[in-house]
Structure formats: structure tokens, C-alpha cells
Nanobody, 122 residues
């Protein structure tokens, strides 16, 4: 079992930055894929970014590439999503998730956090 708890969401103006955190517990995650997804009102949940917990692999959606960065603090067992140059279209509930390997395919993710709201005002 893996437990994931997100934090760090909030309200920010367009062009601003936020950092989301995802604290993981429950088992060793070495080769797991730690992903971030988001879901805007009336839309399907979509892939944002993923990294292999142990490093060596990252992937971003085209819509966030160059603006968002996924990273990890091993000592804190925490994955981060640094979001810069935020746009109103980034407004969504952001979810942290864990899969047995790094992938953008949402169906592969077995463990999910509760989500954190990010709102970007224009």
C-alpha cells in the first residue's frame, strides 16, 4: 500500500508560481512512477508530469513543458511539482499518484492522493 498526501495548492495570479508537495508513505518506491495529474471542472483528468522515484526519467505534457518541474526529496519522501508562469487554463484540482513504473497512462496508476485545488486568476 502507498499513501499519498498533497499540499500546496491555492490562488495565484497569472504569471505567478506555486509548488505542490506530495508526501508518500507505506512502501519503498524505488522504481515507481510518481505522477501528477489534474482535472478541471467539466473535463477529464489529464496527465501533467511523471518521474521515476529513484531518478533517471521524467516526462511532461506539452501544455506544461518548460513551465513545470517535477522533483523529489528522498529524505522527506516527498515529490514536488514546481509550477511557474501559471496561466488561467492551469486551474484545476491537482492529484499526485503512484504507478509501478513511470508512465503517462492514467489507467496504470493504482494509488492516488486526495487532490489539491490550484486556481489561477487572470
Amino acid at each position: 500500500q502507498v499513501q499519498l498526501v498533497e499540499s500546496g495548492g491555492g490562488l495565484v495570479q497569472a504569471g505567478g508560481s506555486l509548488r505542490l508537495s506530495c508526501a508518500a508513505s507505506g512502501r519503498t518506491l524505488n522504481n515507481y512512477g510518481m505522477g501528477w495529474f489534474r482535472q478541471a471542472p467539466g473535463k477529464e483528468r489529464e496527465f501533467v508530469a511523471v518521474r521515476r522515484w529513484s531518478g533517471g526519467y521524467t516526462q511532461y505534457s506539452d501544455s506544461v513543458k518548460g513551465r513545470f518541474t517535477i522533483s523529489r526529496d528522498n529524505a522527506k519522501n516527498t515529490v514536488y511539482l514546481q509550477m511557474n508562469s501559471l496561466k488561467p487554463e492551469d486551474t484545476a484540482v491537482y492529484y499526485c499518484a503512484a504507478a509501478e513504473f513511470p508512465t503517462s497512462r492514467i489507467g496504470e496508476y493504482r494509488y492516488w492522493g486526495q487532490g489539491t485545488q490550484v486556481t489561477v486568476s487572470s
